[in-house]
Each structure stands twice: as structure tokens, then as C-alpha cells.
């Protein structure tokens, strides 16, 4: 399953620099799928019998939901990656294993994503929020857009400005690992060994009933779940490895500018191409110190190599995020209709288009596209000088930050334009 590939990461101190947390996706997705960034404010909701409608089925509402940031594929109703206005940070991997893939409509990995951020303010509450869904109403359904069936299982990196979780699943069943200090990175493949912090009730029972283990020897979640031989899993030349040797190699001097380079890497495959490629990226900054802003980057577009992490912090009355958020389709949306994906509409949004426009520039026309590529680092150089002045003062000059991922954007289709017309 190493085509269909994402990769997340998280740096704690002392890995990292100025005692912060670094939290980084790549989303891997099908090349032609449009990935959006939208942002949805905190919301009460008072009617007891409220049902929230997520991609496929209707889940009960909760009172209360937390203000999100998402990069997620424009079709559905979850997210890939994102952010809540607590610090708490999410990302989703697909896993495959010895338990049968449910093609059943439930909740996906991307519901849940956006369900833990929605109604947690800490990781940990994340990771419950999860597991008690995952409990509720199972996880299961077509993961794409289109006539391929996509299912999967889902891994997840949970992490706040104290600490991160590993949680990763096998139908119903899960196990979770509590990650205090360093590295860690999860791909497509369980990763949790034998380090558990906490499980599902019945999950070492149930791999018994399945004679996966024989009660005895020590019991390793990855090596139970799946076929994985997990004594030689850190020196295997797949993704998971590569990344953990990225992290590594930069360990004790992370910042988030470290993350996006392990983003851009292409010869590790973590940057990929092809039929399934990086559709877009997120790196947070998640400071311990709790008087310092979150940063939340995203790019909203493919190749991180050639697309601009963007800031986003959360504050009142933040500017609606129109350039990156792709048209919807209510009265024919193939998601809502059955039989589902009858139609594809174009999801395509501003930014994208202007993109993607620009990267045929850049791959046909070599002068025009160095004057690009070097306006687009200047862009983001500025921005991440001015992100690292906010996070070493605690100055934040609310006026410009409600508009500053718009903003940012907006000087990003700028550059774009001028060397498409020019």
C-alpha cells in the first residue's frame, strides 16, 4: 500500500528549538483530488437532539465545538490535517492489516479527525473523543472521490503543546502510545510495538480469538495487527523509516522550517509524485509557553517544493479563508446523492488554479520559472521572519492577523499572475 502513502511527524523538546513542539503532514491523495483550507468558528449548539451530517452518516451532535482550521480534500466533510483554537493538532494516515477493511459507510479517519478537534482541547481528549466515536459508530466507506473504492483503516498523530499521542486502529479495536519527548513519525503501517499506553478494552482478547497471539509472549500491537516483521521495521528502506531518519538527523535543532524542509524531501519519497502525490501541507508551531500563539502553515496546494506555507493563528473574527476555499455543490454533490460519485464536479479554488497555472510555467519555461520559485521564497522568508518576531516578542497586531492567511494568499496568486501574464 506504499503508493497511497501520507506521512506525519511531531518534534518535542529537547528535539526541538525554543522548547516547542513541531507538528508536520504531507497529505497524499489521488493527483487530479483538489485540497481546500477552510477555517469554521467555535459554535454552541442547543437543541439536545441536534445530528451532526458527516461525509456519510449522522452522528448526535455535542453541545459545545471549538474553533478549526482544516486542509482537507474539497469533497467531504472531514479533514486530512488541522488545528483547533486550543493548540490541538491532527493528522491521519491510512493503515492496512490482518483486520478485514470495512467497506460499510461509517465514520472516515478524516470525520474523525475533524470530530477530535472539533470537541477536544487537549490531545489526550482528542484521542478519547476518537475512540469513543471509533466504538459508537465504527470506521468505514470509500475514501475518494470517484469510481475507485479507497477503504482503509486510520492512524492518527495527536499532539498539543505539551505532549503527543500515537493512535492507531485495526477495525474497532486500538492501541495508543504517549509521546513525551524527541521523535515521532507514523506512515502508512502500524507503528505502535510494544510500548502501549492505552488500549482497547478487548484488543489483546480478540488477537487471541483470531490466533494472532498466543497470549504469552510479549504482546506488539504492529507485529499482532499486521504482517510486519517490527524487529527489522527501523532499518527498512519504506517511508516510515525514511522519515524517522530525517527527523533524526536534525534532531535537537528542529524548527518549524526543519519540518517543511522534511516535507520538500523527495528522494525519501516523502514529498511524492506520481498518481498519488502531496496534495498539500501543514506545519504548526506549538510553543509550551501558553502565553505565545499557536502557528498553523499550510500550503493549499500540491508539491510542497513549489507551493508557499502560508500562517494562520487563531483570534476573534477571523477573515473567511474565500481564496482557498473551493466552490460547493449542494443541489448535485456526489457525495450526498446515491449512488455516490455519479458526477465530479470542478472543486477546484482560487488559489489552486493559479497554481496549478503557474506550474506549467514553472516546467516549461526555465528563466520565468526561477524569477517565480525565488518571489515565492522571498514571500515565505518574510512571512516566517515575521512569525518568529511574533513568537519571540508575544506581539500580535490583531488588525493584521484576522486577515493574515488571506493576506498571504493574496500575495501568493499576486506573484503567480505576474509571471503566468507577463
Not at 536534525?250 to 524548527?255: E, S, V
Request: charged share 30%.
Amino acid at each position: 500500500m506504499e503508493p497511497c502513502s501520507c506521512d506525519t511527524f511531531v518534534a518535542l523538546p529537547p528535539a526541538t528549538v525554543d522548547n516547542r513542539i513541531i507538528f508536520g503532514k504531507n497529505s497524499d491523495r489521488p493527483c487530479d483530488e483538489v485540497q481546500e483550507v477552510v477555517y469554521f468558528p467555535a459554535a454552541v449548539h442547543d437543541n439536545p437532539r441536534e445530528h451532526l451530517k458527516c461525509t456519510y452518516i449522522e452522528i448526535d451532535q455535542v453541545r459545545e465545538t471549538y474553533a478549526v482550521v482544516l486542509s482537507r480534500p474539497a469533497w467531504l466533510w472531514g479533514a486530512e490535517m488541522g488545528a483547533n483554537e486550543h493548540g490541538v493538532c491532527i493528522g491521519n494516515e491510512a493503515v492496512w492489516g490482518r483486520e478485514e477493511v470495512c467497506n460499510e459507510e461509517a465514520l472516515l479517519g478524516m470525520d474523525l479527525v475533524r470530530l477530535g478537534l472539533e470537541r477536544a482541547d487537549t490531545a489526550e481528549k482528542a484521542l478519547n473523543v476518537i475512540v469513543d466515536l471509533l466504538e459508537k459508530y465504527g470506521q468505514g466507506g470509500n475514501c475518494s472521490e470517484g469510481r475507485m473504492v479507497f477503504s482503509y483503516h486510520n492512524s492518527f498523530l495527536i499532539a498539543d503543546r505539551n505532549e503527543a499521542w500515537v493512535l492507531e486502529t485495526a477495525g474497532k479495536y486500538w492501541a495508543a502510545e504517549k509521546v513525551k519527548e524527541g521523535v515521532r513519525n507514523i506512515s502508512n503501517q502500524l507503528s505502535i510495538t510494544t510500548k502501549i499506553d492505552r488500549e482497547h478494552p478487548d484488543m489483546r482478547n480478540y488477537a487471541k480469538q483470531k490466533h494472532w497471539w498466543d497470549g504469552k509472549k510479549e504482546f506488539d500491537f504492529a507485529a499482532t495487527y499486521s504482517y510486519l516483521d517490527t524487529d527489522t521495521m527501523m532499518i527498512s528502506p519504506g517511508r516510515y523509516c525514511e522519515g524517522y531518519k530525517l527527523l533524526n538527523k536534525h534532531k535537537g535543532n528542529i524548527t518549524f522550517e526543519t519540518m517543511m524542509e522534511i516535507l520538500r524531501d523527495k528522494p525519501s519519497g516523502i514529498n511524492m509524485e506520481g498518481e498519488f502525490l502531496t496534495t498539500a501541507s501543514m506545519v504548526s508551531v506549538l510553543p509550551q509557553d501558553s502565553s505565545l500563539p499557536c502557528i498553523h502553515f499550510f500550503t493549499g496546494t500540491p508539491d510542497p517544493e513549489r507551493s508557499v506555507f502560508k500562517p494562520f493563528i487563531f483570534v476573534p473574527n477571523i477573515s473567511q479563508l474565500l481564496d482557498t476555499s473551493s466552490p460547493t455543490f449542494e443541489l448535485e454533490d456526489a457525495v450526498k446523492k446515491k449512488p455516490h460519485f455519479k458526477s465530479k464536479p470542478d472543486r477546484r479554488h482560487p488559489l489552486y488554479q493559479k497554481h496549478q497555472q503557474a506550474l506549467g510555467v514553472i516546467d516549461n519555461k526555465e528563466e520565468k520559472a526561477k524569477t517565480m520559485l525565488d518571489n515565492m521564497r522571498k514571500l515565505e522568508k518574510e512571512l516566517f521572519k515575521e512569525m518568529e518576531s511574533v513568537l519571540q516578542n508575544k506581539h500580535l497586531d490583531m488588525d493584521k492577523i484576522v486577515n493574515l492567511f488571506p493576506q498571504c494568499t493574496e500575495d501568493e496568486i499576486r506573484i503567480y499572475k505576474s509571471n503566468i501574464t507577463s
